[in-house]
């Protein structure tokens, strides 16, 4: 006799598309327009149904798709293969551990020691670190930027910065620059034997925060003055520091000599600062809630 296995009709949808293809990069037009005319999807409704397919595809970790936004010709790609899009991600995240050569392009030094990537030189960083030249690298990098991985620097837009890649230097806090106490956020691990009143954050949140700050319109990094456990942030006249201990996230703030002017008394002083720390306050629980759904999904909270 012969063995007889069931197998989904999902995993011979997608074994028929993929072998069909052929390729590891495909535009979202060209791949939906291959299922139409396929059979796969119907054409009264091939928009939904085609969307929900790849949805499920990349949930089930066989494509990735991240619908970046605006869709555009340049960006709105599908990778068929997700093995070959961590692959790839692997390569840039292991940067610390890449051991810089005599002969090693700036755009490789640049990267390894502040965590930057410019739009010009990242060819010659990828052919360097080993990627694919079948990557298809705007693409690669909107995708960090989607994940929070990686935001671009306001004052040179041709700029991504990395926080997650920087190296275990020791980045020193202007010695006046205090920890105010509620603006740090205690939290602890799961399983972890510590109080359960703890605010419960996953491994990898710090980078993320930081992402999550710069991204929006009030504050922008200091990618020279930061390292792996401390990143600084510039915002409203303040210097904000964001900084990694085993258990907590502090953030230290710092006035700088712009923050207040000369004929502001000592209350208004106190009051300006206390509102830019309260406003300081919400951007961090705001940005950790964001970071904890990227990680752990919407359910998380």
């Not at 327009?33 to 085609?50: E, H, N, P, V």
């Not at 705007?138 to 997650?164: A, C, E, G, R």
């Not at 008394?265 to 206390?274: P, S």
Request: glycine content about 4%; charged content about 25%.
């Amino acid at each position: 006799g012969c063995l007889q296995l069931e197998m989904p009709l999902m995993w011979f949808l997608l074994d028929t598309i993929t072998s069909r293809t052929k390729q590891k990069y495909i535009l979202f037009d060209d791949l939906k327009a291959f299922c139409l005319c396929s059979g796969y999807i119907d054409k009264k409704d091939a928009d939904k149904q085609f969307l929900a397919l790849l949805r499920l595809f990349h949930v089930l970790g066989l494509f990735a798709y991240y619908e970046l936004q605006p869709a555009t010709p340049a960006n709105n790609w599908i990778c068929t293969d997700v093995t070959v899009f961590f692959k790839e991600l692997s390569k840039l995240l292991s940067i610390p551990f890449y051991e810089i050569k005599p002969d090693s392009h700036r755009a490789t030094k640049q990267f390894k020691t502040f965590g930057l990537i410019s739009t010009q030189d990242y060819p010659a960083l990828f052919k360097e670190l080993g990627i694919s030249p079948d990557v298809l690298t705007d693409w690669l990098l909107q995708v960090f930027n989607k994940l929070h991985l990686s935001t671009k620097i306001k004052s040179s837009p041709d700029i991504y910065f990395m926080p997650i890649v920087l190296p275990n230097r020791s980045t020193e806090i202007p010695q006046h620059c205090c920890v105010i106490e509620n603006l740090c956020f205690t939290y602890n691990f799961k399983d972890s034997p510590l109080s359960q009143d703890l605010l419960d954050i996953p491994r990898g949140i710090f980078c993320k925060l930081a992402v999550q700050l710069v991204n929006s319109d009030r504050y922008e990094a200091c990618p020279e003055e930061s390292d792996k456990s401390t990143i600084k942030i510039l915002g409203n006249g303040l210097e904000l520091y964001l900084i990694e201990r085993p258990g907590r996230i502090e953030a230290a703030v710092l006035c700088s000599e712009y923050f207040f002017s000369d004929e502001e008394g000592l209350d208004n002083k106190l009051k300006k600062l206390h509102e830019q720390c309260k406003i300081i306050k919400t951007d961090l629980t705001s940005g950790i809630e964001n970071a904890c759904q990227t990680i752990l999904g919407k359910e998380f909270l």
